[in-house]
Protein backbone atom coordinates (compact mmCIF):
# COMPACT_ATOMS: atom_id res chain seq x y z
CA UNK A 1 0.00 0.00 0.00
CA UNK A 2 1.23 3.53 -0.75
CA UNK A 3 1.37 6.23 1.66
CA UNK A 4 -0.40 9.83 0.21
CA UNK A 5 0.39 13.35 1.63
CA UNK A 6 -2.52 15.67 1.63
CA UNK A 7 -2.50 18.99 3.04
CA UNK A 8 -0.15 17.79 5.88
CA UNK A 9 -1.66 14.65 6.17
CA UNK A 10 -0.87 11.01 4.85
CA UNK A 11 -3.53 8.37 4.12
CA UNK A 12 -3.08 4.90 2.77
CA UNK A 13 -4.26 4.13 -0.36
CA UNK A 14 -6.76 1.19 -0.48
CA UNK A 15 -7.04 0.82 -4.03
CA UNK A 16 -4.47 -0.74 -6.38
CA UNK A 17 -2.35 1.17 -8.73
CA UNK A 18 -4.02 0.21 -11.94
CA UNK A 19 -1.61 0.78 -15.58
CA UNK A 20 -3.51 1.34 -18.46
CA UNK A 21 -1.78 0.73 -22.28
CA UNK A 22 -1.66 4.30 -23.49
CA UNK A 23 -3.75 5.22 -27.02
CA UNK A 24 -1.98 7.30 -29.62
CA UNK A 25 -5.21 9.78 -30.23
CA UNK A 26 -4.59 10.89 -34.53
CA UNK A 27 -5.60 13.98 -35.74
CA UNK A 28 -7.81 14.04 -39.38
CA UNK A 29 -7.93 17.58 -40.48
CA UNK A 30 -10.25 16.73 -43.54
CA UNK A 31 -13.52 15.41 -41.09
CA UNK A 32 -12.91 17.80 -38.60
CA UNK A 33 -13.35 20.37 -41.42
CA UNK A 34 -16.04 18.72 -42.75
CA UNK A 35 -17.78 18.33 -39.16
CA UNK A 36 -17.44 22.35 -38.36
CA UNK A 37 -18.86 23.10 -41.44
CA UNK A 38 -22.10 20.99 -41.22
CA UNK A 39 -22.29 22.50 -37.13
CA UNK A 40 -21.56 26.06 -38.81
CA UNK A 41 -24.56 25.54 -40.79
CA UNK A 42 -27.17 23.96 -38.44
CA UNK A 43 -26.58 26.64 -36.31
CA UNK A 44 -28.85 30.16 -36.57
CA UNK A 45 -30.43 30.71 -33.37
CA UNK A 46 -28.37 30.19 -30.08
CA UNK A 47 -30.11 30.25 -26.84
CA UNK A 48 -27.76 31.14 -23.37
CA UNK A 49 -29.37 31.36 -19.82
CA UNK A 50 -32.67 32.45 -21.58
CA UNK A 51 -31.07 34.82 -23.98
CA UNK A 52 -31.41 34.40 -27.44
CA UNK A 53 -28.20 35.20 -29.92
CA UNK A 54 -27.27 34.98 -33.09
CA UNK A 55 -24.84 33.07 -34.85
CA UNK A 56 -21.74 34.77 -36.83
CA UNK A 57 -22.44 32.99 -39.95
CA UNK A 58 -26.25 33.92 -39.92
CA UNK A 59 -25.49 37.67 -39.49
CA UNK A 60 -23.63 37.39 -42.93
CA UNK A 61 -26.69 35.86 -44.73
CA UNK A 62 -28.22 39.05 -46.14
CA UNK A 63 -31.21 37.43 -47.47
CA UNK A 64 -32.29 36.70 -44.07
CA UNK A 65 -34.20 39.10 -42.08
CA UNK A 66 -31.81 38.90 -39.17
CA UNK A 67 -28.84 41.31 -41.27
CA UNK A 68 -28.23 44.15 -39.22
CA UNK A 69 -29.03 46.61 -41.91
CA UNK A 70 -32.13 45.46 -41.93
CA UNK A 71 -32.75 45.69 -38.14
CA UNK A 72 -31.68 48.68 -38.10
CA UNK A 73 -34.36 50.01 -40.37
CA UNK A 74 -37.25 47.67 -39.05
CA UNK A 75 -36.53 48.84 -35.73
CA UNK A 76 -36.29 52.58 -37.07
CA UNK A 77 -39.84 51.85 -38.81
CA UNK A 78 -41.84 50.38 -35.71
CA UNK A 79 -40.15 53.55 -33.25
CA UNK A 80 -41.37 55.79 -35.81
CA UNK A 81 -44.66 53.85 -36.19
CA UNK A 82 -44.77 53.87 -31.90
CA UNK A 83 -43.91 58.15 -32.47
CA UNK A 84 -46.64 58.93 -34.94
CA UNK A 85 -49.34 56.66 -33.36
CA UNK A 86 -49.13 57.00 -29.67
CA UNK A 87 -47.29 60.03 -28.96
CA UNK A 88 -47.97 62.58 -31.76
CA UNK A 89 -51.52 60.79 -32.47
CA UNK A 90 -50.79 62.19 -36.03
CA UNK A 91 -53.27 59.55 -38.50
CA UNK A 92 -51.64 60.55 -41.55
CA UNK A 93 -47.74 60.46 -40.59
CA UNK A 94 -48.93 57.09 -39.52
CA UNK A 95 -50.53 55.98 -42.53
CA UNK A 96 -47.64 57.30 -44.68
CA UNK A 97 -44.67 55.05 -41.99
CA UNK A 98 -47.31 52.67 -42.91
CA UNK A 99 -46.90 52.24 -46.25
CA UNK A 100 -43.69 52.65 -46.27
CA UNK A 101 -43.56 49.29 -44.37
CA UNK A 102 -45.73 47.51 -47.08
CA UNK A 103 -43.81 49.08 -49.75
CA UNK A 104 -40.74 47.80 -48.32
CA UNK A 105 -42.37 44.39 -48.05
CA UNK A 106 -42.18 43.95 -44.27
CA UNK A 107 -44.13 42.08 -42.64
CA UNK A 108 -46.60 44.02 -40.53
CA UNK A 109 -46.79 41.26 -38.17
CA UNK A 110 -43.59 41.75 -37.27
CA UNK A 111 -43.81 45.98 -36.58
CA UNK A 112 -46.84 44.77 -34.56
CA UNK A 113 -45.21 42.53 -32.74
CA UNK A 114 -41.96 44.62 -31.70
CA UNK A 115 -44.77 47.68 -30.90
CA UNK A 116 -46.37 45.35 -28.23
CA UNK A 117 -44.52 42.65 -26.96
CA UNK A 118 -40.83 44.57 -26.52
CA UNK A 119 -39.93 45.78 -23.11
CA UNK A 120 -37.91 48.95 -24.05
CA UNK A 121 -38.23 50.20 -27.84
CA UNK A 122 -35.35 52.86 -27.07
CA UNK A 123 -33.70 49.27 -26.64
CA UNK A 124 -31.75 47.53 -29.97
CA UNK A 125 -31.24 44.04 -27.81
CA UNK A 126 -34.60 44.24 -26.14
CA UNK A 127 -35.95 44.46 -30.13
CA UNK A 128 -33.79 42.44 -31.39
CA UNK A 129 -34.99 39.63 -28.42
CA UNK A 130 -38.80 40.24 -29.44
CA UNK A 131 -37.56 40.11 -33.15
CA UNK A 132 -36.79 36.79 -32.75
CA UNK A 133 -39.20 36.05 -30.72
CA UNK A 134 -41.16 36.09 -33.19
CA UNK A 135 -39.39 34.64 -36.11
CA UNK A 136 -39.01 31.61 -33.92
CA UNK A 137 -42.95 31.27 -33.83
CA UNK A 138 -43.44 31.53 -37.45
Known amino acids: MEKLLYRGNKYTQHKEIVYKKSVQLKYRRSIYNQKRQLISKVQ ?66 RIINLMYRCCSNEDNQSMLEADLDYFSKE
Open 44 to 109: NNLIYRGSKYLSKGSTNNTNKPYSSEANKKVFSLARDIINAQFNLANDELTRKLWNEVAALKIDPQ
